[in-house]
């Protein structure tokens, strides 16, 4: 008798656990997650769907309705829900993040991340997740992907070799070195009739970025009120000391540059042209990290293409809010939402299912194993949008071994000294309106070598002045500080 | 007063102009409409031609080489897609135009008549509608949660039917038309306002029905961005949309040449249809308009029917 | 039977009747005043927005004010000054292309023979009114890019350097009023070739009758049909005389910095301005400010040609 009421102690024993264990799912109440990102609603989408709901109601009682949207409708969208204060769950955000976290749009999610984002934590690096912190507390998601500045441009060696131009200052150790080599380069390629369209490529304000590194406050490197990043970049600045960066020698320098070649004719007359890789063009400029897509576009245009990297790699954080999702503030379980995003992590095959659909419906292994989509696309979705970029598998655009490459550039990635800063604007809303004013009026025009350095570089600075420049940068400088101190970095 | 037989000055009339005059017009009405024409030829042109001679030539009245592409690239959505969208369209715009030109078209008799005591008031009670707006933040909040119109398609038809520009043209149409003598003598026989305005005004103002008709009926036809804005289901879409996101997502490139230089920038403007899609979107909104054009272009260019006009 | 004996004869009718006519004419209006009060009115009330800072999370109505604050960024900015002036200057240049273009235009359209040739130049200038701004921004590169652009091309097979007009702000003016021109010229048309149809054949035959010429039947009947139509039209204008169409002064100039002082006007000011900013309650002021000038500018407008000839006047 003993014997079996100790037997049946012992069932009830382990019975409670497992009854415990299996009733984890079933003990949440179902739920649908709506989702607001980017895409396209291709023909195979509800199949997906369906798959997907499989996963999550079995894995924790969930549904999913997506909404998927183009950037531009999803901006608008997005902006409308936030002041209707429309119910959903999660959403894609970029550029906007500060402004909607004042405006109270987001959850925060440091506890529910602890909770239920276990593989985010430890996935992620902490940089990744101080970028985003805003006030002490972090309201979305980033995609860990390559976000970051990595300015190159394309060099077209046919067309050297045709025109019997050297090109061995592309590997050239020394930053500037490179730079004046280029600018000889275009030069001597212009005078030797290489072009196919009177010119090589357009410059703009991003090679200038590029060539030196820095941190804007605003998020906007259009927009006065930098600091340096880096060791090799603007000289004659302390570490996390605001200047105007176009009040500088340096940027004196590459205005005088492009109108160099401008004159030579080595540049478009229009601010709209661009050279074009598909007409051959000896020089185009490109924003890819880790040089990814060079492969793809030498296969396409079938020439033998080589990257001038301007500068090294960085990473800002505006970079890092280029994609990211956050959980509403008016969800009904912010929780489950946190799974899902957590699973996209997790789940190797839950990634790929999510990113491009069923296996051998929307999409196949190429002899390299890769995952090629099926030709029309049946389902689209815009994939560098999404959570669990590099636990998805790399498809045909990408290199087959992405997450190495990944990895090393990762270690070289020279990150801002600042991630994480959020400008609050309103106290200087009125110098910079005026000084936004001005830069649109000049900035493209110098940078890109159709205006006259020698007149117009003056009223420039002129502009900016008059503007209040000096007062937006003294409040950045003021506002840096005071969050450095709160951060712990400095004194 | 009864209609005068025609002179022995032959077809034009003692109403015409002189045949010297005559030409001198006709000669510079050619050079606008071939100014008119020639661009939009150059736009129809370009829709069918493919996109690498487009980079590698410009555009061109004879392009090396002719494609379809642009059109499959907009009509990615499956076939049926395309068909409940021009569905919706039209149903739209045909229920939309006949009760908006309804409900205008009695609010700008009212205004129009002299007895009105409310006249001015309710002339100025609509006008004032276009210069002041709440902005979008306002009517999306007002349209979503007062009246729950979310992903509802009457979002399109509803806050249109009423615009105080066509309302305003309408009443000058009614008021300039000099309709006193004809109304006072219904009246004298008894007739309410209501009849008068149906059984004498309406068939007598056809230019005017006409012209605002037309225009409503082409504001119907292009709506895209309230579809953006509320609608879900791709069962709602109208053409119009499903034909502008493609074009939308060009401009907000083009407005922010910062994310050209980014990644995702980059990833988008390969995703984008190209110059000659851009074109076969405009040959695409106005081929249709062009087709149903000369049903209402007949009631404003006089002479067509001559006097069967005033009925 | 002259009119005034006909108004003698409806009021002796009587109140009671009037007030039956009054009472079927509210019935009429009434579809429409209870959609504007909807969608017009009701959304209306946002206005405030524009004296607020918009907290999403209480509300329009009770998110904290903020007084006169979103207007500053405006008010002391040089630029937005010199906008004004462009905005204005553009509007009274379209105003006058925009009405005395298609009047002329109508006109002629109706005195043209034959007939079919008429209907063909109706038809063919309404087309441009269908093309967006974008694609003509588009066309109009093709033709004047000094890179690649009709003029371009002519310019370097004669060995001479381009003209780069998307640099010289000179031109631009007269392009961009061109390019309005173009657009609207046919469409705007309707509305006038509309009222002239309904313009009785009686006048002009007693006209004739009467021996006046076609200058002279244009001059006393066509026109002062014409005329409450082209002040309507233009007291609307004058409405909207504080705002321009983005999409005219931004994609048709390329957004080229060197051409601002000429293509900058009020709306692509905002846009610069307030591009990263999200912030609803400054572009809602910067439209309460074109609504409230163009709202006085209207009064004022209207009071004017009350003055001058009271049945003209809109209200």
New interface residues.
């Given amino acids: 008798m003993k014997k079996l009421s100790f037997l049946i102690a012992l069932i009830m024993l382990l019975a409670i656990p497992s009854a415990m264990i299996a009733a984890d799912a079933s003990k949440l109440e179902p739920y649908e997650i709506v989702w607001y990102t980017l895409g396209t609603?291709r023909?195979g989408h509800q199949a997906v769907i369906d798959k997907i709901n499989e996963y999550l109601t079995e894995k924790f009682n969930a549904t999913l309705k997506m909404?998927v949207n183009?950037?531009?409708?999803h901006?608008?969208?997005l902006?409308?829900l936030?002041?209707?204060?429309?119910k959903f769950d999660i959403c894609f955000v970029?550029?906007?993040y500060a402004?909607?976290v004042s405006?109270?749009?987001f959850y925060p999610l440091k506890d529910l991340l602890q909770e239920h984002g276990k593989a985010l934590l430890d996935t992620y690096p902490q940089n990744l997740w101080d970028s985003v912190t805003i006030n002490n507390e972090i309201y979305a998601v980033p995609v860990h992907k390559?976000?970051c500045s990595h300015?190159y441009f394309i060099i077209n060696m046919d067309a050297a070799k045709k025109a019997g131009v050297d090109t061995s200052w592309i590997n050239a150790e020394n930053k500037m070195e490179r730079w004046g080599s280029f600018v000889d380069y275009v030069l001597k390629m212009k005078e030797a009739g290489a072009d196919t369209?009177?010119?090589i490529t357009s410059l703009?304000s991003?090679p200038f970025t590029a060539l030196y590194p820095n941190e804007a406050m605003?998020?906007?490197?259009?927009d006065p009120g930098v600091v340096i990043l880096g060791d090799d970049t603007f000289q004659g600045f302390e570490r996390n000391q605001v200047f105007n960066q176009f009040a500088t020698e340096e940027f004196a320098g590459y205005v005088r540059d492009a109108y160099k070649l401008a004159q030579a004719g080595a540049l478009?007359?229009?601010?709209?042209?661009n050279a074009?890789l598909?007409?051959h063009d000896p020089v185009v400029s490109?924003?890819?990290?880790m040089a990814k897509?060079l492969a793809g576009y030498e296969k396409t245009y079938g020439a033998d293409f080589e990257p001038y990297f301007i500068s090294y790699a960085f990473q800002t954080t505006d970079?890092i809010y280029?994609?990211m999702n956050a959980i509403s503030?008016t969800s009904d379980d912010p929780a489950r939402a946190m799974m899902f995003i957590n699973a996209l992590i997790e789940d190797r095959d839950f990634a790929n299912l999510v990113f491009y659909g069923i296996e051998g419906v929307n999409w196949n292994r190429n002899a390299d194993g890769q995952i090629q989509m099926t030709d029309?696309k049946t389902y689209a979705m815009?994939t560098?949008?999404l959570p669990g970029f590099l636990t998805a598998e790399p498809d045909i655009s990408l290199p087959i071994d992405m997450v190495d490459r990944y990895n090393a550039f990762a270690k070289e990635l020279v990150p801002a000294d600042n991630l994480g800063f959020a400008l609050d604007?309103s106290p200087i809303?009125?110098e910079l309106?005026?000084i936004?004013?001005?830069v649109?009026?000049?900035?493209?025009?110098l940078t890109k070598g159709?205006?006259n350095p020698d007149t117009e570089l003056p009223k420039f600075l002129e502009g900016l002045q008059?503007a209040g420049v000096d007062t937006a940068i003294a409040e950045m400088q003021r506002q840096l500080d005071a969050w450095r101190v709160a951060q712990g970095y400095d004194k | 007063m009864k209609k005068q037989p025609k002179t022995s000055l032959g077809k034009r009339g003692a109403l015409g102009i002189s045949t010297g005059a005559n030409a001198v017009i006709n000669v510079i009405m050619v050079l606008i409409s071939l100014s008119c024409l020639l661009p939009i030829l150059l736009i129809y042109v370009s829709s069918f031609t493919a996109e690498s001679a487009i980079r590698a030539h410009g555009f061109s009245l004879f392009p090396k080489e002719w494609s379809l592409s642009a059109y499959q690239m907009l009509f990615e959505e499956s076939l049926a897609q395309i068909v409940v969208s021009y569905r919706n369209t039209a149903v739209l715009t045909v229920v939309g135009t006949v009760l908006s030109l309804f409900i205008m078209t009695m609010y700008a008799y009212a205004i129009s008549r002299q007895v009105f005591a409310a006249r001015k008031a309710l002339t100025f009670f609509a006008y004032f509608t276009m210069l002041f707006s709440g902005g979008l933040v306002p009517s999306y909040i007002v349209n979503t949660t007062i009246f729950g119109l979310r992903d509802n398609m009457l979002v399109l038809l509803l806050p249109s039917l009423v615009g105080a520009y066509n309302i305003i043209v309408l009443r000058t149409f009614f008021s300039s038309a000099d309709n006193t003598p004809i109304i006072e003598a219904a009246k004298v026989d008894g007739a309410s306002e209501f009849r008068i305005y149906g059984q004498i005004i309406l068939p007598i103002s056809k230019p005017a029905l006409a012209t605002i008709g037309l225009f409503t009926a082409i504001a119907y036809f292009s709506k895209w961005f309230e579809v953006m804005l509320y609608i879900d289901s791709k069962s709602k879409w109208t053409i119009q949309y499903m034909l502008q996101r493609v074009m939308q997502d060009i401009q907000y490139l083009r407005a922010n040449p910062d994310l050209l230089m980014s990644e995702e920038g980059a990833e988008m403007l390969a995703n984008l249809p190209n110059e000659s899609a851009k074109m076969a979107l405009t040959v695409l909104t106005m081929t249709p308009v062009l087709a149903f054009y000369p049903y209402f272009q007949k009631y404003f260019v006089k002479g067509l029917t001559l006097g069967a006009v005033k009925g | 039977m002259s009119s005034n004996t006909l108004h003698r004869a409806s009021r002796r009718r009587g109140l009671s009747l009037r007030t039956t006519e009054n009472l079927s004419l509210w019935l009429m209006a009434l579809p429409a005043i209870v959609l504007f009060l909807c969608f017009a009115y009701l959304p209306m009330t946002g206005v405030v927005l524009a004296f607020k800072s918009f907290r999403p999370k209480h509300g329009i109505f009770l998110s904290p004010w903020v007084g006169l604050k979103n207007f500053e960024f405006m008010f002391r900015n040089a630029t937005f000054w010199m906008t004004v002036r462009n905005t204005l200057l553009y509007n009274v240049a379209f105003m006058v292309i925009g009405i005395v273009g298609p009047l002329v235009f109508a006109i002629a359209l109706n005195e043209v023979r034959p007939k079919g040739a008429a209907r063909m130049y109706q038809t063919l200038t309404i087309m441009p009114h269908f093309v967006s701004y974008v694609v003509v921004s588009v066309i109009v590169f093709a033709i004047l890019s000094a890179d690649s652009g009709i003029l371009g091309n002519l310019y370097k097979q004669r060995g001479q350097q381009p003209i780069a007009f998307y640099s010289e702000p000179k031109y631009w003016p007269w392009i961009l009023s061109g390019v309005y021109l173009w657009k609207n010229i046919g469409y705007s048309s309707i509305i006038f070739l509309g009222t002239i149809t309904g313009i009785s054949d009686e006048f002009y035959e007693a006209a004739v009758i009467d021996g006046a010429t076609k200058w002279q039947q244009i001059r006393h009947i066509t026109l002062p049909f014409l005329k409450p139509m082209v002040v309507v039209l233009t007291i609307m204008r004058v409405g909207q005389m504080f705002s321009s169409n983005f999409d005219l002064f931004y994609q048709v100039p390329m957004n080229s910095g060197q051409l601002y002082s000429v293509t900058n006007t009020i709306n692509v000011f905002v846009y610069n301005t307030l591009r990263n900013s999200n912030n609803v309650s400054l572009s809602s002021a910067v439209g309460f400010v074109q609504s409230v000038a163009g709202f006085l500018l209207v009064m004022g407008t209207n009071q004017v040609i009350r003055m001058i000839d009271s049945d003209l006047a809109m209200f």
């Avoid at chain 1, 490109?286 to 990290?289: L, M, R, T, Y």
């Fill in positions: 609603e023909e909404y183009t950037n531009n409708d901006l608008q969208k902006q409308l936030v002041s209707a204060r429309e970029s550029g906007q402004n909607y405006q109270e749009a390559y976000s300015y369209n009177g010119y703009g991003q605003t998020g906007n490197s259009a478009p007359l229009d601010p709209e042209t074009k598909d007409q490109v924003q890819d990290s897509r970079k280029g994609a503030d029309p815009t560098w949008s604007e809303m009125i309106a005026a936004r004013q001005v649109a009026e000049y900035l493209e025009p159709l205006a008059a």
